[in-house]
């Protein structure tokens, strides 16, 4: 494990290193105190990883997950194709299993599925050459999520900007973290604000800790003091009173799973936030790749439930009596008519036109 016990505006906020066969992430349960990787060796160790939160945010969490199982396969031989497609399909539903919410892992496992099928008919000859196709497919993965949320900040941005009188700087509201460290790199939602703010058109932005697993506090204003952006933290209870005294332009959050009709499954207290704007006429926005959406006739979304001990415990110290029940959702889902638009790195769209005009554009790619 790589070590630093402080923090220093020096340090990477890369949540992912992959080079040459070799998967280390950051242990997010650490920051801010603690800036520390550790060295992925497989799937079984990416599952964990996820399942844990050691990483987390949709597209870190897909990210991480195909890239265990490209570890995995590095030194493995195989004499048959269905050996290797096994292996794969095996491999794969264990992976899903970690966290039931999060869509891209399974889109992304899809896409390796049929990969997969797709490289059968190269015949048991042409296996390793099906392991190697695998494994760079897996490693575009990378690449591509960073480009993807260049494209979503400055498209998010954009969207913004034309709402807002010219020559008024902006404040931003944000939740969770989808920043760097809930991606490959640049973030969704933090992303947006991080085009905003290279624009200089950034007077504020205001941050909600996320209860009960503080990824704002913990993670969001990390990268916030890393960027040297104008940023406040608040309590979740204080956003209300913060959108009604503060300026606030805009609200940006991300997405776990986005469905056909615009429905967002997003980290617990995000529906709070959008009824909040909706009351104050603050447009509500979603920022999330096209690989968060999932544009069949799914109507329902499964909600993790995560231990009591998240809300009792705080590093292990207990904060509220034993026995009292707890109820802890991960996520919550906001409605499509509460959402403004949703940011995606082919465009924003509202919720009502998403579905055919995200149809139209990647069908034709």
């Keep these: 494990m790589d070590n630093n016990s402080t923090c220093t505006p020096h340090q990477s906020l890369e949540a992912i290193r992959y ?12 920051l801010p105190n603690e800036h520390q990787y550790e060295v992925i060796q497989g799937i079984s160790d990416g599952w964990h990883a996820i399942r844990d939160m050691k990483v987390r945010g949709a597209p870190a969490i897909a990210i991480v997950g195909m890239l265990s199982l490209a570890v995995e396969l590095q030194p493995k031989t195989f004499a048959r194709m269905s ?13 899903k299993g970690a966290r039931p919410t999060a869509v891209n ?10 990969l997969t099928d797709n490289l059968s008919i190269l015949g048991d000859e042409g296996v390793n050459a099906a392991k190697t196709e695998v494994i760079r497919h897996i490693e575009e993965m990378l690449n591509k999520d960073v480009e993807s949320n260049k494209l979503i900040g400055r498209h ?13 700087n902006i404040n931003v509201l944000t939740h969770c973290n989808t920043g760097s460290l809930a991606t490959a790199g640049y973030g969704t939602a933090l992303g947006v604000i991080r085009s905003l703010f290279n624009l200089g058109v950034i007077e504020r932005v205001y941050c909600t800790e996320t209860r009960p697993y503080n990824q704002g506090s913990r993670l969001t204003a990390f990268e916030l003091v890393h960027d040297h952006i104008p940023a406040t933290l608040i309590t979740d209870s204080m956003a209300s009173l913060v959108m009604k ?22 980290k617990i207290g995000t529906y709070q936030l959008a009824i909040a704007a909706k009351f104050h006429k603050i447009p509500f926005y979603i920022a999330a ?7 069949d006739d799914s109507s329902s979304i499964v909600i993790e439930e995560r231990s009591h001990k998240e809300v009792t415990q705080i590093k292990g110290i207990q904060i509220a009596p034993t026995g009292i029940d707890v109820y802890n959702p991960a996520f919550d889902i906001t409605p499509a008519e509460l959402i403004t638009g949703i940011i995606t790195e082919v465009g924003v769209f509202s919720p009502k ?6 149809r139209s554009i990647l069908n034709s790619k």
């Excluded at 998010?156 to 010219?166: E, T, V, Y």
Aim: hydrophobic share 45%; net charge positive.
């Design 19 to 30: 080079s040459n066969g070799e998967l280390k992430i950051l242990n997010q349960l650490l």
């Design 83 to 95: 050996e290797f497609n096994k292996f794969i399909r095996d491999s794969l539903e264990y992976l």
């Design 105 to 114: 892992i399974f889109l992304a496992c899809d896409l390796i599925k049929k």
């Design 156 to 168: 998010g941005a954009q969207a913004i900007l034309a709402r807002i009188p010219k020559k008024e």
């Design 245 to 266: 005294t503060k300026g606030i332009s805009a609200v940006v959050v991300g997405a776990d799973r986005v469905l056909a009709n615009g429905d967002t499954a997003n």
């Design 289 to 295: 790749p096209t690989t968060t959406i999932v544009l």
């Design 353 to 358: 036109e998403m579905k055919i005009k995200l």
